[in-house]
């Protein structure tokens, strides 16, 4: 079994910052990418970031030049730095895994989910 614990959601002001932060655990071979997804409500969930074992990183066009994501290899866990919130990035963030946890046995694990509220 695979866990993601996110932390690091809460409220804030339009222009202001906030970081996240996801940590897996369990039966884990390797980890192949770590990403970030949101939900606004009444919408579809969408790609925020996700950055892979090659620390290769793709961003959502809406996100770019704002958000940093980055991992800490060595505590199997990823961050997503915020900057510069709009009301528009608030929505309930997920974080994603895709996860080898033997020889040709690969996982897709998901975080509960933390609430990012930007306030105008």
């Known amino acids: 079994q695979v866990q993601l614990v996110e932390s690091g959601g809460g409220s804030v002001q339009a222009g202001g910052s906030l970081r996240l932060s996801c940590a897996a655990s369990?039966?884990?071979?390797?980890?192949?990418?770590m990403g970030w997804y949101r939900q606004a409500p009444g919408k579809q969930r969408e790609l925020v970031a996700v950055?892979?074992?090659?620390?290769?990183?793709t961003y959502a066009d809406s996100v770019k030049g704002r958000f940093t994501i980055n991992g800490d290899n060595a505590k199997n866990t990823v961050y997503l730095q915020m900057n510069s919130l709009k009301p528009e990035d608030t929505a309930v963030y997920y974080c994603?895994?895709?996860?080898?946890?033997?020889?040709?046995?690969?996982?897709?694990?998901w975080g509960a989910g933390t609430l990012v509220t930007v306030s105008s």
């Open positions: 369990g039966s884990i071979f390797s980890i192949n990418a």
């Open positions: 950055i892979t074992s090659g620390s290769s990183t």
């Open positions: 994603d895994a895709e996860i080898t946890i033997s020889i040709n046995a690969e996982v897709d694990a």
